[in-house]
C-alpha cells in the first residue's frame, strides 16, 4: 500500500502564502484566546484542593451544589467526572494542618448525598504551586534553549531559526487549543508539552536533513524546488508516524480515563499541528529568511576543496614529499 | 547460507533478557525483581511537608539557657534576670569574680556568640551555626518520621528530604481512611516532652495574669490538656526535655488507665534527681507538646531516672505518644504543603484504562503496518514487542516506578518506536522503487535512514531529560518510560530489525514479488 507516491513531487512552495496566512490566523486566534480567556490552571499550578467522589448511584450534583452552599466552602466548584457517578469538588485554598483532615471533614458534609467513596484528595499549597509554575516555565523555557543549541550545532543557522520558530508556532497554537476547551492546566499538561516540544522538532527535522542532502545532490537553484522535492520524499514517513503515534493518542484520548484526558487532548492537538507545521510552514521561513542555495553549494564546494587539500597534504606528508 | 550475523544474536540475547526479566512483573511471582507501581496506580498517601526551621533555632536557644541554669545552680553561682529575648539568651552575673567561670562553661558551647556588657551576658547562636541547626532539624525530621513510621508496620514507607527545609513522605499501604489519619497524627505529633517546674509562688494568680505579666516573672502560662480553664504557671525554662528520654512504654495504673512509663539517661536522671530532691513539695508538670498533662506533687526525691505520664490517654493513644517518645521528638513542627491521596479503587481503574489504552494503541498500530508494509510491518511489530519486554526489564532491573503518565509514556513509545523503522522502510522502498537491488536498498536504506533517526531520538530524550529534572513524582515516571523507550527502540527497531533483513536477504532475493516484502508496487 501506498499512501502519497514516491513519484510525484507536490509543490507546495507555491501555495507558501496561503499556509502561512493560516499559520498567522492561528496563532493570533491563539493569542488572542491566551490573553482574554486565558488558561484554566490546575491546582498544580495555583494550589488548592480537588476531591474526587465516586457514588454507588448517580452523583446528585444539584444537591451537592445545595450542600456545599451551607458550609466553608460555599465556593466550591462540583461537576461531572468521566462518568455520571463521579464527581471531584474542587475547593480554592488547602489546609497545611496535618491532624484535621480535608477528606474527614467531606466525609461529614456529604454524609447527607448517598452512597460514596473519596477516591482521591489531592491538596496543593499555593506556595508549592508557585514554585511548580515557576519550575515549569524555566522547564519549557530551558527545552526550548536546548532545542536550539542542538539544532544549530547540526544545521545551518537559517534552518536551526526555522525549526524553533515552527516549534514557537506549534506551542502557541496547542496552547491556543487548551485555553479554548478549557483543559486544566496541571503538571501533566506540561509533560504533554514538552513531548510535543521533542516530537514537533523532530518532523521537522528530517525534513530538513531531506532538505540539507538534496542541496548537496541537486543541481538545482532554486530553493523552492529543492524545498518541494524533499517535502515530497518525506511525506509518507511524515503522514505515517505522525499516524502511527496520533492512533496511540487517541486510544489514550477515549480509553486513558479521565485523569489522563488533558495530556492525551494536547498531545492529540500537538501532533496534528506539529505535522502540519513540518509539512507545510516551516521549510517556508527558509524561504522567507532568504536561504540561497548558491551560496550554500560555493560553501558546500570549499569546504569539499579544504578536505581534499586536506587529505592531499596528508598524503604527500605521509609519502614523505613534503 | 547465514541465517545467524551479529545483529541478529543481540536482537535474540536482548528478547531474552526482556522476557526473563519481565516475567516477575508481568506474572507478579514472588521472587526477582519487580517493578513498583506508583501511589497513582496501586493508591496510597503522597505528603509534601514543610520543616519550621525556626523553632529548631528557637528550642536549641532554651536549651542553652536550661544548661546556664542547671550550671548556676549546680556551682551556687548567682545569676539574675535569666530570660530568652528574641533568640537571645539574657542573663546577668552578680558578682564580678564568677565571670571567668562563666566564660569557661560557655566555651564549652559550640556556636555561641558571646556579647557581654558589663555583668550582663547576651548569647546568641552563630550565622553559620543557625544554618546548622537548621539543617539539622530537617535531617532530624526526616530520621524521626521515618522512624514512627517503620515501628506503626506500615509497608514501604519512604521519607525523603527535598531541597531546603521539605520532606517528602509516601505511603503505598495506606488503603483506608483510618489508616491514613492515625498515620498523618503520628507524623505530625511533636512529641515534645518538657518536665516543667510550677511557680508555686504566683500559681494562685495564674488565672489573672497576661502572658506578658508571666514572661516578667520569667514564666509561661500553660493550659491542662483535659480542661482548659485550668491553668499551671510554670518555669519558662525547662527541667529537662524529651532529648534525655531513651525508653517510653505504656503501661496501665491502678484504674486501669493506660499511661506511658518513661526512661531517662543517665544525665537526664542525674538532673532530674537533683531537681526533685531540691523540690519537695512542689509541684513538677509533665508537659507534652505544650499541654500539661500532670502536674504531681514531688513527695521526695525521684532516683533511677524514670518517670510516667498520666492524663486519661485512650490505649492507642498512649501507644502512639510511647512511639513518638521512642523515636524522638521532632526538633520542630511540620506543617503540610501538599498532599495527594489516591484509594486503591481509583489506582485499580487507572491500570485498567491504561491496559485499554495500550492494548488497543498497540493493535491499530499493528494492523496498520501490517497493511502498509506487509512483511516489513511483521518484522517493525516483531521489533515493536520486543520493545515494549524490553522497557519493562529494564524497568524492573532499576527498580523503576511506574506511573500513570508512564503507562502514557509507553504507549506513546509504540508511536515513536514505529518511527524508527517508517523512516527505513520508506527509504528502502525509495531505493527499491529507482531500481536498486534489494540487498544494496535494505544496506542503504538503513545507512541513510540512521542520521535522520538519530536527530529524531536525541530531540525527545533531550526533552525527556528536561522532564525528569524538573517533573515531580508521576511525571518524573512519564520521563523515565518514555527515555528507556527510545534507548531501548534504537536497539529494537534498527539493529534488531536490521539483522533480521540480513537473515531473510537470501529468501527475499530468491522471491521475485517484493510486493509481499515491501509493500512496494
Keep these: 500500500m501506498e499512501m502519497f507516491s514516491t513519484e510525484k513531487i507536490y509543490d507546495f512552495m507555491s501555495k507558501r502564502f496561503a499556509f502561512l496566512g493560516l499559520s498567522s490566523f492561528l496563532i493570533i486566534a491563539s493569542i488572542v484566546l491566551l490573553l482574554t480567556k486565558g488558561l484554566n490552571f490546575g491546582i498544580d499550578f495555583v494550589g488548592g484542593t480537588i476531591v474526587q467522589v465516586k457514588y454507588e448511584q448517580t452523583a446528585p450534583i444539584n444537591q451537592l451544589r445545595d450542600i456545599f452552599k451551607e458550609t466553608k466552602y460555599s465556593n466550591a466548584v462540583i461537576s461531572e467526572f468521566g462518568a455520571a457517578d463521579e464527581v471531584v469538588i474542587r475547593i480554592t485554598g488547602s489546609s497545611s494542618d496535618l491532624t484535621n483532615d480535608i477528606a474527614d471533614e467531606m466525609h461529614a458534609i456529604l454524609a447527607p448525598s448517598g452512597k460514596f467513596e473519596i477516591r482521591r484528595v489531592d491538596m496543593v499549597g499555593a506556595k508549592v504551586g508557585g514554585e511548580l509554575r515557576e519550575k515549569g516555565l524555566i522547564a519549557l523555557g530551558l527545552s526550548l534553549v536546548v532545542m536550539l543549541i542542538y539544532v544549530s550545532f547540526r544545521f545551518e543557522w537559517r534552518f536551526a531559526l526555522a525549526s524553533i520558530l515552527a516549534l514557537v508556532h506549534d506551542s502557541i497554537i496547542a496552547m491556543g487549543a487548551i485555553s479554548l476547551f478549557s483543559v486544566e492546566v496541571n503538571l501533566d499538561i506540561l509533560a504533554a508539552m514538552l513531548t510535543l516540544l521533542g516530537y514537533s522538532i523532530n518532523d521537522t527535522i528530517i525534513v530538513f536533513d531531506r532538505i540539507r542532502e538534496n542541496l548537496q545532490i541537486t543541481k538545482e537553484t532554486l530553493l523552492e524546488k529543492v524545498i518541494n522535492l524533499s517535502v515530497s520524499k518525506t511525506l509518507s514517513r511524515t503522514t505515517l508516524t505522525s499516524l502511527t503515534t496520533l492512533f496511540v493518542v487517541a486510544t489514550l484520548l477515549f480509553f486513558g480515563g479521565e485523569i489522563i484526558y488533558g495530556f492525551s487532548f494536547t498531545l492529540f492537538v500537538g501532533i496534528i499541528v506539529g505535522t502540519y507545521s513540518s509539512i507545510f510552514v516551516a521549510a517556508t521561513f527558509l524561504v522567507q529568511f532568504k536561504f540561497s542555495v548558491e551560496d550554500f553549494k560555493v560553501k558546500e564546494a570549499e569546504k569539499q576543496k579544504r578536505a581534499k587539500e586536506k587529505a592531499r597534504n596528508r598524503a604527500m606528508y605521509e609519502q614523505g614529499t613534503v | 547460507m547465514k541465517i ?457 530524550l533531550l526533552a525527556a531529560v528536561i522532564l525528569y529534572a524538573y517533573g515531580t513524582g508521576p511525571i518524573k515516571g512519564f520521563a523515565i518510560t518514555i527515555s528507556i523507550g527510545i534507548l531501548t527502540s534504537m536497539l529494537t527497531a534498527i539493529l534488531g530489525t536490521h539483522g533480521i533483513y540480513e537473515s531473510l536477504l537470501p529468501r527475499i532475493n530468491k522471491d521475485k514479488n517484493l510486493r509481499k516484502w515491501f509493500g512496494v508496487k
Design chain 2, 4 to 460: 545467524f550475523n551479529y545483529r541478529l544474536i543481540i536482537f535474540v540475547l536482548s528478547i531474552i533478557f526482556g522476557i526473563v526479566f519481565s516475567i516477575p512483573s508481568l506474572l507478579q511471582t514472588d521472587t526477582g525483581k519487580k517493578i513498583s507501581l506508583g501511589l497513582d496506580l496501586q493508591g496510597g498517601l503522597h505528603m509534601l511537608l514543610g520543616v519550621n526551621t525556626q523553632e529548631a533555632v528557637t528550642s536549641k536557644i532554651k536549651t542553652i539557657a536550661t544548661s546556664v541554669k542547671y550550671f548556676s545552680d549546680d556551682e551556687e553561682l548567682l545569676i539574675d534576670g535569666l530570660s530568652i529575648e528574641s533568640d537571645a539568651v539574657v542573663f546577668t552575673v552578680l558578682d564580678k569574680d564568677e565571670i571567668p567561670k562563666m566564660d569557661e562553661m560557655l566555651n564549652q558551647i559550640k556556636g555561641l556568640a558571646i556579647s557581654k556588657d558589663d555583668l550582663k551576658y547576651t548569647l546568641k547562636l552563630t550565622a553559620e551555626d543557625i544554618a546548622k541547626t537548621k539543617d539539622l532539624a530537617v535531617v532530624q525530621a526526616v530520621e524521626t518520621i521515618r522512624n514512627r513510621l517503620d515501628q506503626f508496620g506500615l509497608s514501604e514507607p519512604s521519607v525523603l528530604r527535598q531541597g531546603e527545609t521539605d520532606i517528602v513522605v509516601e505511603l503505598p499501604g495506606i488503603k483506608t481512611a483510618a489508616d491514613e489519619k492515625a498515620a498523618r497524627e503520628l507524623i505530625s505529633k511533636p512529641a515534645n516532652l518538657e518536665l516543667m517546674a510550677v511557680d508555686e509562688e504566683r500559681n494562685d494568680q495564674v488565672n489573672t495574669m497576661t502572658s506578658s505579666q508571666a514572661a516578667s516573672y520569667g514564666n509561661i502560662i500553660l493550659e491542662d490538656t483535659n480542661n482548659p480553664n485550668i491553668k499551671y504557671l510554670v518555669k519558662e525554662i525547662p527541667i529537662l526535655t524529651g532529648s534525655q528520654v531513651i525508653d517510653a512504654q505504656v503501661a496501665f495504673d491502678q484504674s486501669n488507665q493506660a499511661i506511658i512509663n518513661f526512661t531517662l539517661n543517665s544525665t537526664g536522671a542525674r538532673i532530674f534527681g537533683d531537681f526533685t530532691a531540691k523540690s519537695v513539695g512542689k509541684r513538677l508538670a509533665v508537659v507534652l507538646d505544650g499541654k500539661v498533662y500532670s502536674a504531681p506533687n514531688i513527695r521526695e526525691r525521684i532516683g533511677g531516672g524514670s518517670g510516667q505520664i498520666s492524663g486519661g490517654f485512650t490505649v492507642s493513644e498512649a501507644g502512639n505518644v510511647a512511639i513518638a517518645l521512642r523515636s524522638g521528638a521532632l526538633p520542630a513542627t511540620v506543617t503540610l504543603l501538599e498532599k495527594r491521596s489516591v484509594g486503591p479503587s481509583l489506582g485499580a481503574d487507572s491500570i485498567k484504562a491504561s491496559t485499554i489504552a495500550l492494548v488497543s494503541g498497540f493493535a491499530l498500530v499493528f494492523v496498520f503496518m501490517i497493511i502498509y508494509y506487509r512483511r516489513a510491518g511483521v518484522i517493525a511489530n516483531i521489533a515493536l514487542i520486543a520493545n515494549v519486554f524490553i522497557i519493562i526489564a529494564v524497568m524492573a532491573m532499576f527498580g523503576a516506578t511506574l506511573t500513570l503518565p508512564g503507562m502514557a509514556g509507553i504507549v506513546l513509545t509504540i508511536g515513536m518506536a514505529v518511527d524508527a523503522n517508517v523512516i527505513i522502510t520508506e527509504r528502502i522502498r525509495e531505493l527499491i522503487n529507482e531500481g536498486v537491488s534489494v540487498t544494496k536498498a535494505i544496506e542503504d536504506g538503513y545507512s541513510n535512514a540512521m542520521r535522520a533517526i538519530l536527530d529524531s531520538n536525541i530531540t525527545t
